[in-house]
């Protein structure tokens, strides 16, 4: 099946710093990508579509200076977060979506990666 | 967007099979449903998706009734290992997924 990874998987850094998560399809290429935050015991909440080679689609609320995304290529996705702040560690989680699958609805997650800002 | 309602948990034992309900009452002719799966500190996993009637996989089977305003997923038999947080999701044309609360299923021995 198909098959996305991420990494790091999990990460600590200072407040301030800029952290980058990768985000990559591994046997098939994604149209679409998808970055998800995830709060301790909350639900998934959408923070921005990828398409590969054009800009990203931030949702309401999430602030695009703040989570650069870049969509490189069809198999990968960054979501870079500056100047980190405490108030940012979250689990970030990535999906792909293979417009040419045998379901096109359906979204390939990745494993997640945890974020922690001291 | 239709929203998607579904109860906040469901505790049973291992060997019984737990239906989860979801109401979607504004639910567009063209959207699908489709029901993914979450176990602590990791990312979805795809369980299924149907359009009307009835859609089985080896893992679970998806019921929905004539007027779609709601879906049942049936998991049969559960284990320990099917403990983990359940969404029920409308699909829209955008293809972004919005997630709601989840059901919390617990299985027990």
């Known amino acids: 099946g198909a098959v996305v990874s991420q990494h790091p998987s999990r990460v600590i850094c200072k407040s301030g710093t800029s952290v980058k998560i990768e985000c990559r399809s591994l046997?098939?290429?994604?149209?679409?990508m998808f970055w998800y935050r995830q709060f301790p015991k909350q639900s998934l909440m959408l923070m921005a579509t990828?398409?590969?080679?054009?800009?990203?689609?931030?949702e309401q609320g999430v602030e695009k200076d703040k989570f650069l995304i870049n969509h490189a290529s069809l198999t990968l996705s960054t979501l870079t977060v500056t100047s980190a702040h405490p108030e940012d560690s979250s689990f970030y989680i990535c999906?792909?979506?293979?417009?040419?699958?045998?379901?096109?609805?359906?979204?390939?997650f990745g494993p997640g990666t945890r974020l922690t800002v001291l | 967007l239709a929203k998607t309602t579904q109860p906040i948990s469901m505790d049973s034992y291992e060997g019984q099979e737990v239906n989860i309900t979801c109401s979607h009452n504004?639910?567009?002719?063209?959207?699908?449903i489709t029901w993914y799966q979450q176990f602590p500190s990791q990312g979805p996993r795809f369980i299924i998706q149907?359009?009307?009637t009835k859609v089985t996989n080896e893992v679970a089977s998806l019921f929905i009734p004539a007027d779609r305003k709601s879906s049942t997923l049936s998991l049969p038999r559960v284990s320990l290992s099917d403990t983990a947080v359940y969404y029920c999701l409308v699909l829209p044309n955008d293809y972004k997924l919005s997630f709601g609360a989840g059901t919390t299923v617990t299985v027990r021995a």
């Open positions: 504004n639910i567009a002719t063209n959207d699908y």
């Open positions: 990828s398409n590969e080679g054009s800009k990203a689609t931030y």
């Open positions: 999906s792909a979506r293979d417009g040419a699958g045998e379901n096109p609805y359906e979204q390939f």
């Open positions: 046997d098939f290429q994604a149209t679409t």
């Open positions: 149907g359009y009307k």
